[in-house]
């Protein structure tokens, strides 16, 4: 039985496949690249059917963050011409919030630049968050807010939060290279504050940063052992203004293939398409959708997407479906798993790849990301023939984001 074959029938019943299956998956072809699509496919419609689930994105405080996090436009000292502003009030955000959820987004995300809140900013959110359900009762609210101290978690989920988002954002040997103001550690134990307090974990990766297979293939793994129910995948929106903005290692094959080895390392976990799909997958953004069965509407954070109504057309004209309010996102073993870690009946993980119980997989050696003293060229690079390795700087593609929550232009929704 091939590799395809391997990871379908492992996926349709829910395995976790080996580190070296996964990695294989990224060094397949061009000429591979459709079979590798529609396995991973065959996955996602077992445990997803043909349903997208819509998230919609507000930025409560835009830019001014006093961490240094290399790929981020809100960063320490970053240029980025993006929007900056304080916090939102909370009828401001539940304006922008509405507009999502009339475009058909079931899950509202509250996003605030900074390392952590304080208890002044949780009285914040709690109240943002309530006028958000005064409006609609049935929305999906996940918050992200930076790095957790203890009973934050709870004052969120006691608030009517539904899920954090706090991401890993690459492998744990790596992490180091892309910030140093907060380690990987400090990501872990915010995630883990997160499941442990009842709320639903989504936490996810960053590609595009000059990673390694290693690199990823590692995260992936380690998100799955951390019990993530839902796995943005970012790839690298190279803004100018901050230290990554010439890292354009990405082709539209190449986020294919990444979200093909994460749909088969979490087969029956949301797995979403999140910012840069616009920039990287471009014209392939509809072959996503049959590995992925979640993306966001309309813009990002600090970046414009593409139309809201756009993204609709997408989905009904590749043969998916919008998710309902009504229906569930995860399978019913799945959502029986996030009870129990709800209820501290258990640690709240899906199958163990490497048996290290609750903490994430580590513990690989692998070198630095680019743009560090030594770092080597990624090891597709070159299979791939990425954008960086034939001089073709697609910086065009990076819209800053010039309307919605903090401005007073309509949202893109």
């Not at 958000?132 to 049935?138: H, V």
């Not at 001089?391 to 065009?396: T, V």
Request: proline share 4%.
């Amino acid at each position: 039985m091939d590799l395809l074959d391997t990871l379908t029938a492992k996926g349709l019943r829910g395995e976790v496949p080996t580190r070296e299956e996964a990695l294989a998956v990224l060094a397949t072809t061009d000429d591979e690249l459709l079979d590798v699509v529609a396995a991973a496919g065959k996955v996602r419609r077992r445990w997803f059917g043909r349903r997208v689930k819509l998230n919609y994105l507000v930025n409560l405080k835009s830019g001014l963050c006093p961490e240094d996090c290399s790929y981020c436009s809100q960063r320490l000292g970053s240029k980025a011409e993006i929007l900056k502003y304080t916090w939102l009030k909370p009828d401001q955000a539940a304006d922008a919030a509405r507009a999502g959820v009339a475009g058909g987004a079931k899950r509202v995300c509250l996003v605030a630049s900074g390392r952590g809140p304080t208890d002044r900013d949780i009285d914040r959110v709690t109240d943002t968050m309530a006028a958000i359900k005064d409006a609609d009762p049935e929305v999906e609210i996940c918050v992200c807010l930076g790095l957790l101290s203890d009973n934050q978690a709870e004052r969120l989920k006691a608030a009517g939060a539904d899920a954090y988002n706090h991401n890993l954002n690459t492998s744990e040997n790596t992490y180091g290279a892309i910030t140093k103001t907060h380690t990987y550690a400090d990501r872990v134990d915010t995630v883990q504050k997160a499941h442990g307090a009842g709320l639903s974990a989504c936490s996810g990766l960053i590609a595009g940063m000059g990673e390694t297979d290693e690199d990823l293939v590692d995260v992936v793994f380690a998100l799955r052992e951390l019990g993530s129910d839902s796995v943005p995948v970012n790839f690298l929106i190279p803004f100018e203004g901050t230290p990554l903005a010439k890292e354009w290692n990405l082709t539209p094959q190449r986020c294919l293939r990444i979200l093909a080895m994460v749909r088969f390392v979490n087969p029956d976990t949301e797995v979403r398409i999140a910012g840069g799909r616009e920039v990287h997958l471009r014209t392939m953004q509809p072959l996503g959708l049959h590995i992925a069965n979640s993306i966001f509407l309309g813009d990002y954070l600090t970046s414009e997407g593409q139309a809201g109504q756009t993204d609709l057309d997408m989905i009904k004209d590749a043969g998916f479906e919008v998710e309902g309010a009504g229906e569930a996102t995860l399978p019913r073993h799945r959502a029986d798993v996030a009870a129990a870690a709800a209820t501290g009946s258990g640690c709240g993980t899906a199958a163990s790849a490497c048996g290290s119980g609750c903490g994430p997989c580590g513990g690989h050696e692998h070198a630095p990301l680019a743009g560090t003293a030594s770092a080597p060229a990624p090891a597709s690079e070159g299979a791939d023939g990425a954008n960086s390795a034939n001089g073709e700087l697609r910086d065009d593609l990076v819209k800053v984001r010039r309307r919605g929550a903090g401005t007073e232009l309509a949202p893109n929704a």
